[in-house]
């Protein structure tokens, strides 16, 4: 077998795919120098590396991988000060030897080979009969589950190797100290020639996992999830090894570390390790799932519930179709790209990344206390076991919550909540029934007119130029039995302000708003800048009920005759009404959806002949819907037009690109001078 690591293939490889990124701050050199020392066992020499910020370890939980650390040591390896590396000792990867590991077990199918050792600190589990035989069963369920049951390519074999090797792969158990569960090393990435996308590898497991609290005594539980992480890595290295961005000097792989968590939750549904990271996800719904901030970062670990989403949507093949669709993709990150054209190929154009994000925040929000109160359709399988959620803490908690009213303006740069790309704000309004507001009746009972004194404005991030991802949650308390109303919507042209009411808020308990700037662009993500939300809570805004959910209309022209000589002012109105909302909002106006209708009236004589067109609106009664343009009684040559009858063709558009047509009609106009 092959016993060193190809350290010069690997590094002259990522350099070539990696040429264009920028150089490493000190700093920068030093943390990823101290994360390879981490997951390499090398920890005692980091006292000498002097951080100039505190890089915390051994607190939480433990790092389940350590695939990331080494692939950005090696990555970044030409651009690491060398005089550094030998200050400090630094040891490169090689594999484990012979004198190191000397016994080996093949796996039951041939398809493994466990190298392992009885003495030593690198001694195996001595608590469980015929331990190793044990794992070498787990690696060959693991194999058949991936490759046979899920359609997973196998990972490339190394038995081209010049030095001889076979078809076997190589798994090593060694003491990684506790630290990580496991890690995958990527061997030779030139197995289909320059460019190639597929890569050997070879794994390290730890020996006992007895430093791992959670599983001293029942390491075989470790095993098997370690396994299915590990041995899904070795997998997507043979599909396209270099899925992953490079943001501020780090690769980030956080679509390798999410989807390599989601398969140990397939396999081994009832170990649940993947719980222990929900709290890196939830401690900050803000954070994108694109965020990897150095190669021990725990967050991409709990982000594991996106593809548990996808998969809990449509079905657990999603994710496989997004590996392939990567790999299609080319060299690079492709994962959003991929997730979008995956999505909407199976959702026949009905959803897309940005879309299904969006939703994804949604079950977010149905976890620990809040699971049961999840509407039928939302919410993961196992939402109930979650303890972890978002907490409403209106002091440290990490959604912003209000139950007091008015709500003062809070500024976009002054908000602590701001999302990031493909990240998540929440805001709660709570104690909805504590507001007082009047209500007008008629003679019948009915509601004439509501005081809603809850109308929230809102103003997001221009710099974000796709549409933001919204849903509302309502709580409606009913015998003492909570019942969730939730709304789906998107924002367009959210910079120029927009208006929520919510009618009649005492029905609620409350209300929660979720905000997602997502999209399938991942340059939009900056680890530094969030996008900003700003917005204030209005005190009362009257709301007459006359003036919900009225129809799109074009009414008579006024006055009809016109009359010249009894006119001050020779004009004929033509006024239209665009529908509105179950809130009395206009659903097309600039105010409310960034452009106006437009009404276009042509005007003819009674021969046919073409008079002029009017095409301005003069004037907006503003909320209500109602708009109107004029005729001033003259022709397109500004002439005075003769007594006579009139024909006025009027159509209603929602935009003045003509985009909908919402009503039209013909009518006489009769002019009497």
């Not at 190793?132 to 049951?149: C, M, R």
């Not at 976009?412 to 998540?424: L, S």
């Not at 979720?514 to 900003?532: E, R």
Request: net charge negative; with cysteine.
């Amino acid at each position: 077998m092959k016993k060193i690591i190809l350290v010069g293939f690997i590094l002259i490889s990522f350099f070539k795919i990696n040429a264009a990124a920028e150089e490493l701050s000190s700093q920068k050199q030093k943390e990823i120098v101290a994360d390879y020392l981490y997951v390499t066992g090398q920890i005692d020499k980091l006292h000498s590396l002097s951080l100039d910020e505190d890089v915390s370890y051994h607190q939480g939980a433990p790092v389940k991988c350590g695939t990331p650390a080494v692939m950005n040591f090696v990555l970044n390896y030409n651009k690491i000060d060398k005089t550094l590396l030998k200050s400090l000792g630094v040891q490169l990867a090689d594999r484990p030897t012979n004198t190191e590991l000397p016994d080996s077990l093949d796996s039951p199918s041939g398809k493994f080979r466990i190298h392992y050792t009885t003495v030593g600190k690198d001694a195996v589990y001595s608590g469980i009969p015929n331990y190793v035989n044990k794992v070498a069963d787990i690696f060959d369920s693991v194999y058949y589950y991936l490759v046979d049951t899920l359609g997973y390519p196998p990972p490339p074999v190394d038995s081209f190797y010049p030095s001889g090797g076979d078809a076997k792969f190589d798994v090593y158990l060694r003491d990684l100290g506790g630290n990580v569960f496991g890690l995958t090393y990527l061997d030779s990435m030139y197995i289909d020639g320059p460019g190639s996308q597929r890569a050997t590898s070879f794994m390290e497991l730890d020996n006992d996992f007895q430093e791992i609290s959670i599983y001293q005594n029942r390491p075989l539980d470790a095993v098997r999830v370690t396994c299915a992480h590990e041995f899904f890595h070795a997998v997507q290295f043979g599909i396209d090894f270099t899925e992953g961005e490079t943001v501020d000097g780090f690769f980030s792989s956080y679509w390798m570390e999410m989807s390599a968590v989601w398969m140990e939750e397939q396999q081994y549904t009832n170990i649940n390790d993947y719980y222990n990271y929900l709290p890196y996800f939830f401690d900050s719904p803000w954070a994108s799932i694109q965020q990897f901030k150095n190669s021990l970062d725990l967050h991409p670990y709990g982000s594991v519930l996106f593809p548990l989403f996808l998969s809990q949507k449509y079905n657990r093949d999603i994710i496989r179709q997004i590996w392939f669709r990567c790999r299609d993709l080319g060299l690079g990150s492709d994962f959003l790209q991929a997730a979008d054209q995956i999505i909407d190929s199976m959702s026949s154009g009905g959803d897309s990344f940005a879309s299904d994000f969006s939703e994804f925040t949604l079950w977010n929000y149905f976890t620990g206390s809040r699971a049961n109160l999840a509407p039928a359709g939302i919410g993961y399988q196992e939402r109930n076991a979650y303890v972890s959620e978002f907490s409403e803490n209106p002091d440290t908690g990490t959604v912003a919550v209000y139950n007091q009213y008015p709500v003062p303006m809070v500024l976009g740069n002054k908000n602590p909540f701001n999302p990031y790309h493909n990240g998540a704000f929440y805001l709660k309004f709570d104690e909805l029934r504590t507001i007082q507001y009047d209500t007008t009746f008629d003679s019948t009972g009915g509601i004439v007119g509501i005081d809603s004194a809850f109308t929230l404005a809102l103003a997001l991030d221009t710099s974000f130029t796709f549409d933001w991802g919204f849903n509302i949650v309502y709580d409606v308390q009913k015998n003492n039995t909570d019942s969730i109303i939730v709304d789906h919507l998107s924002l367009h042209d959210a910079g120029t302000g927009i208006f929520i009411d919510i009618l009649n808020p005492r029905q609620y308990r409350f209300a929660t708003l979720i905000f997602t700037p997502a999209s399938s662009v991942k340059t939009l993500y900056d680890p530094w800048s969030p996008y900003y939300v700003a917005y204030f809570v209005q005190e009362k805004g009257s709301v007459d009920s006359s003036l919900i959910n009225l129809p799109q209309a074009i009414f008579a022209p006024y006055p009809n005759p016109a009359v010249v000589s009894r006119m001050n002012e020779p004009k004929v109105m033509f006024k239209f009404q665009v529908p509105t909302d179950s809130t009395s909002y206009p659903i097309y106006g600039q105010a409310f959806s960034g452009s106006d209708p437009y009404l276009l009236v042509d005007i003819f004589d009674i021969a046919g002949e073409y008079i002029c067109t009017l095409n301005t609106i003069s004037r907006s009664d503003g909320r209500d819907g109602k708009y109107w343009t004029e005729w001033n009684l003259k022709n397109a040559k500004n002439n005075e037009v003769a007594s006579g009858v009139y024909i006025a063709y009027a159509r209603l558009y929602s935009a003045k690109n003509k985009g909908k047509l919402l009503a039209e009609v013909k009518t006489k106009v009769a002019v009497i001078r």
